[in-house]
């Protein structure tokens, strides 16, 4: 074989093999040296990583009559960009700053007096004054880890940006770009999202087809994340956390139009989701019907808000400013925040999308068992609650109708309206459901374990779920209670049998008992907004035994005895009981080392 056939040979093997896809992906990680300054180093972790990725893909194809490979619809380029801004305060280190709060985190006695100074010696018997001071001391103490409660606060946000191009004519040759380096733009390979179509245009980056059916998208992911430990108390620590989420994508198509002998573009479609944590405290053991109707109250104070900033509302119609009805989505979303979060319909926010989140917690106290009187007889005691509660929006899409004049607000109102005269303004985003969940998981547990190794433990906890449909206008509660019981025992060093043996040597291991009881009662009512009713519509009482014994035979084999036993009673008519019943042994068996 000559080296010309070879050359002959290689280059038809490349001319034949065709690229498919091409990925890359730059990561670079800063960290600000912020704890550097003397006064600042309770600042750590404080990072920002940036992320880029880019991806080409080849068009689709297809084989025609001839044989011939022929593109139709142009490759595919996408990329996204993440930045990540991260960092932590450690109070501690901040407290220690002070001489006094130092010597108090580190536990000295009488932290008023430098321990670093010589204390003179006196063999008197202390007076009633020095014991005034010791108590004084001791409560200045208790003041102080009271004012040091926070300990750790950690901030993590994060945007994720991405972009789809489709249509795009180029190959993919070094660092994701033509063999030209001429497109796309360096920085769209590296991740950034600056709008490169009119480019694109102009450079003939695009393939000039008619039938383009891939859209052209943008899409942004905002996420933040708060965390915060608390312990105001010795043993009792509490953990805070506060989040906010909100994605949103722009989708449009484009093609090339022979007519013009340009690009043109559809009106573009942008929807997204939105989720941050919520605090309705204040509601949560207050009537169902009474919350209701609260919120119905708060409906004409919103809309009066509304009409008071928008120009264009320059009337009152029944009790509601022109535009903003009782029916109004953007009348309906702020008195559902205010009457379920129980703040004043004339102070809470007009927005539907919140800005601060609202912090949720968890508790654990474990300081009883630690007591002298205590201790003697228990081996452990903690008790725990946590409160999460949040508020969601699915989905929203924005309204092609809506559009705001000088001052900010629309004055676009809807052809069709369900109020006589008073017509609603166009809301800018189409929203179908709005949630707010709240669970106490749980409200309160007590666990307990006694020197003899019986454990109990007792817990209660609460939910609710409330979706708002602005479509239906209506109010579906979810509420739930549920009461949990168990008992668990250890019987140590069990055999079973001096004739079942392992390795000549007779088996012998602890033997776990369990037993849980539960109660657990859901109901489900539907308010009608504008009927301004409630019906009770489902609900069930559940009641769930479980008890098991587990055997550890060796490290490899465990054996388990198990009962389940869960029965719906449902709280209406038109549905049945039921129970379901499982029982048996298993047998496992780990294989791996």
Not at 109 to 129: A, I, L, M, R, Y
Not at 308 to 316: G, I, L, R
């Amino acid at each position: 074989v000559t080296d010309e056939t070879k050359d002959t040979l290689r280059n038809e093997i490349l001319k034949r093999i065709k690229k498919t896809q091409y990925n890359q992906q730059t990561n670079v990680t800063y960290t600000i040296p912020i704890n550097k300054l003397p006064m600042l180093d309770f600042i750590s972790n404080t990072n920002v990583t940036y992320g880029g990725t880019y991806n080409w893909t080849h068009s689709p194809v297809f084989d025609t009559q001839k044989g011939v490979h022929k593109d139709t619809l142009g490759n595919i380029i996408t990329n996204s960009q993440s930045v990540k801004w991260s960092g932590q305060l450690s109070m501690v280190t901040l407290y220690n700053k002070v001489p006094y709060l130092k010597r108090v985190n580190q536990n000295v006695k009488n932290p008023g007096v430098d321990p670093k100074k010589k204390k003179p010696t006196d063999s008197k018997e202390p007076t009633d004054s020095t014991k005034k001071k010791k108590v004084d001391f001791d409560m200045m103490q208790h003041v102080a880890r009271l004012v040091m409660s926070l300990k750790t606060v950690s901030i993590n946000y994060s945007t994720t940006e991405g972009t789809v191009l489709p249509g795009y004519a180029k190959d993919v040759q070094l660092f994701g770009m033509d063999e030209h380096f001429a497109g796309p733009t360096f920085g769209f390979t590296v991740g950034s999202q600056n709008d490169i179509r009119h480019q694109a245009e102009t450079s003939g980056w695009l393939i000039k087809s008619t039938v383009l059916n891939v859209p052209y998208q943008r899409t942004r992911n905002e996420d933040l994340k708060i965390r915060a430990n608390v312990e105001p108390i010795k043993d009792l620590k509490i953990d805070l956390t506060a989040s906010r989420t909100r994605s949103l994508i722009k989708s449009q198509l484009y093609r090339w139009s022979e007519t013009d002998q340009k690009y043109i573009y559809d009106p573009a479609v942008v929807s997204g989701a939105f989720n941050m944590s919520f605090f309705t405290l204040r509601t949560s053991f207050q009537s169902g019907d009474q919350v209701f109707q609260k919120f119905l109250d708060a409906r004409s104070i919103i809309s009066g808000r509304l009409g008071e900033q928008n120009q264009n509302s320059n009337a009152v119609i029944d009790g509601y400013s022109k535009g903003y009805n009782r029916t109004s989505q953007d009348v309906l979303i702020p008195a559902f925040l205010a009457a379920y979060s129980g703040k004043d319909a004339g102070h809470v926010t007009l927005n539907g999308f919140p800005t601060i989140p609202k912090p949720n917690w968890r508790a654990t106290y474990d300081g009883l068992s630690k007591k002298e009187k205590i201790k003697k007889h228990f081996k452990s005691i903690t008790l725990a609650n946590g409160y999460t509660s949040t508020y969601s929006i699915g989905g929203f899409t924005h309204n092609p109708l809506h559009h705001k004049d000088y001052d900010g607000f629309t004055d676009v109102f809807e052809e069709v309206s369900s109020i006589k005269n008073n017509p609603n303004f166009i809301p800018e985003n189409l929203i179908s459901t709005v949630t707010i969940s709240e669970q106490w998981s749980p409200f309160l547990k007590i666990d307990v374990t006694l020197m003899n190794s019986l454990a109990f433990n007792i817990e209660y906890k609460k939910d609710r779920t409330l979706a708002l449909g602005l479509s239906a206008r209506t109010i579906t509660e979810v509420a739930g209670r549920e009461i949990v019981g168990g008992t668990g025992y250890r019987i140590k060093n069990v055999k079973l049998g001096n004739n079942i043996k392992i390795k000549g040597k007779p088996i012998k291991s602890d033997v776990n008992l369990n037993l849980n009881l539960s109660f657990r009662k859901n109901q489900t009512t539907i308010r009608k907004i504008d009927e301004e009713v409630s019906q009770p519509t489902g609900g069930t009482n559940v009641i769930s035994v479980k008890a098991s014994a587990d055997y550890i035979i060796n490290e490899r084999i465990t054996i388990k005895a198990f009962y389940e036993r869960i029965l719906n009673i449902p709280v209406i008519s038109t549905s049945f009981r039921t129970t379901n019943t499982n029982a048996g042994i298993s047998l496992r068996l780990t294989l791996s080392n």
